[in-house]
């Protein structure tokens, strides 16, 4: 069982960069490969980016490659996304979820934090 809390979204100019935060609540993080993603049109959820426990390798979608980092605090029980170069098509919902390592479907969601990019 895990529970997810997402915040750090806001309002940023085009050309800025906000970073996303993700506190999750469970006794087996390390059980967890955690990811972001936001809805797109045709889809449901696009997947942005995810991360492992340990090592933490990572891995991305085309939407915010290469101008996106994402990390974890194991300690902490966070997860953080920052987005960097953020434009009008990039406001949305974010959201946090988690899948059991051993599953390729992610189970547990937040309830999203708004990122809206003005021009």
Do not use: H
């Amino acid at each position: 069982q895990i529970q997810l809390v997402e915040s750090g979204g806001g309002l940023v100019q085009a050309g800025g960069s906000l970073r996303l935060s993700c506190a999750a609540s469970t006794r087996t993080f390390n059980n967890y490969v955690m990811g972001w993603f936001r809805p797109a049109p045709g889809q449901d959820r696009e997947f942005l980016v995810s991360i492992t426990y340990t090592p933490p390798d990572t891995a991305g979608g085309d939407s915010v490659k290469g101008r996106s980092t994402i990390t974890r605090d194991n300690d902490k029980k966070m997860v953080y996304l920052q987005v960097s170069d953020l434009q009008p098509e990039d406001t949305a919902v974010y959201y946090c979820a988690a899948r059991p390592s051993t599953l390729s479907t992610y189970t547990s969601w937040g309830q999203g934090t708004q990122v809206t990019v003005s021009s």
